[in-house]
């Protein structure tokens, strides 16, 4: 069973940087073809997707925030961490991590396929 | 970057009706990498379609996802009450990843 669960304070300070974790199990990051993400959503708004590693360490960032944005894995502790440096109040939100396998679709594109179940953030001072 | 526009942003229906959302891209979308995602209050979105058209494992054959290039749509032939949600549209063929800004399907 593929589960995925995000972790990382719930209130973080304005200019502070914000730390994520996202914990699996069911598959591993040193399989070809896995790859996992990052969204976000603020309280009413619509998804926006941050980030995105793959088995061979390519990364992938959202235009607009790619300057703030780094993603990381450590395979040992099936754990990909995203780090968002200068946090604003508009980055207060709902961050989920995803999986993508390209395996399990049989292709070289696929979709976000389990997701975990978010963990909000807010940034206040 | 490609850029997704789902219209229209609020539908109110009800039950049994038939409904059909849009998701229109800034420019062509690699091989149809286009997915749908359900989403109801407080919870994770949930796969319905990928690739354009395919059913994700478990979705009701009542969702059916078409288009090709530009414009796609997502149908429910038949609304049931817990098909009332945001569903989302998003393409994967080529990073940035991104999503359309949702249609609200609510009950009429």
């Known amino acids: 069973q593929v589960t995925l669960r995000e972790s990382g304070p719930a209130l973080v300070k304005p200019t502070q940087t914000l730390t994520l974790t996202c914990t699996f199990s069911g598959f591993s990051l040193n399989t070809s073809g896995m790859c996992l993400t990052w969204i976000r959503q603020p309280p009413g708004k619509a998804l926006e997707w941050l980030a995105r590693i793959d088995w061979d360490d390519d990364k992938y960032y959202s235009t607009s925030l790619k300057t703030r944005l780094t993603i990381s894995k450590d395979t040992s502790k099936n754990q990909v961490v995203l780090t968002m440096t200068n946090m604003d109040p508009v980055d207060t939100a709902t961050y989920y991590c995803?999986?993508?396998?390209?395996?399990?679709?049989?292709?070289?594109?696929?979709?976000?396929?389990?997701w975990g179940k978010g963990t909000t953030v807010t940034v206040s001072s | 970057e490609i850029v997704l526009t789902q219209s229209p942003a609020t539908l109110s229906l009800s039950p049994g009706e038939r409904v059909t959302l849009s998701c229109g891209a800034s420019q062509s979308v690699s091989s149809s990498y286009l997915a749908w995602y359900q989403q109801k209050p407080g919870l994770a979105p949930r796969l319905l379609i990928y690739?354009?058209?395919s059913r994700a494992t478990g979705i009701p054959d009542r969702f059916s996802g078409s288009g090709s290039g530009t414009d796609f749509t997502l149908t429910i032939s038949r609304l049931e009450p817990e098909d009332f949600a945001v569903y989302y549209c998003q393409q994967y063929g080529s990073s940035p990843y991104n999503f359309g800004q949702g249609t609200k399907l609510e009950i009429k």
């Open positions: 690739d354009a058209s």
């Open positions: 995803a999986r993508i396998s390209l395996i399990w679709f049989g292709a070289t594109h696929a979709p976000m396929d389990v």
